[in-house]
Antibody, heavy 124, light 110 residues
């Protein structure tokens, strides 16, 4: 079945960086865009950016520009997000989610498959 | 603070019909499709309503959506205890050049 499986929970100190992975299975990984969305405790959803797994091109939300990097490794059908210079405000559950086909220019088609989420806790 | 505005909570009794509203602006809801996600406690969001107010396979027809101007709404009829969850609206924002979400509405089934 189509699924996205994310890496495990992380605990980081302020100023550190974190990497979260998202492994796709059950479909052609390069055929669909992947988003990263986070959710702080008790809060709503916040979009961080998307990556085109086919080309490797990424587009980031302005809030995270300069601090986020989204990459992919097509040999293992996995997308990655790295967030640097962490603060306590980055404590959240990070989700990857699939969007529409990469055969077309990016258009928000809705996120139809989600990873299980990765908890990232930032504390001194 | 979320770009899209939703009431923090709504409640209903089993069998009842409830609606959840989502307010935006011309740069988002006014010119783009509205999507709805359901998030059960401790779980990832699940797509409930896709483009043109259609339901993905497996979503019961008790869930329906509509849009008027810069507002969208999700209706749930025949309320069931398993519908108790957080519901998020989402759309594209032309000004921000990215997807935006509402703050979420917590549905309690009494």
């Amino acid at each position: 079945q189509v699924q996205l499986v994310q890496s495990g929970a992380e605990v980081k100190k302020p100023g550190a960086s974190v990497d979260v992975s998202c492994k796709a299975s059950g479909y052609s990984f390069t055929a669909y865009y992947i988003h990263w969305v986070r959710q702080a405790p008790g809060k709503g959803l916040e979009w961080m950016g998307w990556i085109d797994p086919h080309s490797g091109v990424a587009n980031y939300a302005q809030k995270f520009q300069g601090r986020v990097s989204m990459t992919r490794d097509t040999s293992v059908n996995t997308a990655y997000v790295e967030l640097t210079r962490l603060t306590s405000d980055d404590t959240a559950v990070y989700f990857c989610a699939r969007d529409g086909p990469t055969s077309r220019p990016y258009y928000y088609n809705a996120m139809d498959v989600w990873g299980q989420g990765t908890s990232v806790s930032v504390s001194s | 603070q979320s770009v899209l505005t939703q009431a923090p909570s709504v409640s209903g009794t089993p069998g009842q019909r409830v609606t959840i509203s989502c307010s935006g602006s011309n740069s988002n809801i006014g010119s783009n499709y509205v999507y709805w996600y359901q998030q059960l406690p401790g779980s990832a969001p699940k797509l409930l309503i896709q483009r043109k107010n259609q339901r993905p396979s497996g979503v019961p027809d008790r869930f329906s959506a509509s849009k008027s101007g810069t507002s969208g709404s999700l209706a749930i009829s025949g309320l069931r205890s398993e519908d108790e969850a957080d519901y998020f609206c989402s759309t594209w924002d032309d000004s921000l050049n990215g997807p935006v979400f509402g703050g979420g509405t917590k549905l309690t089934v009494l």
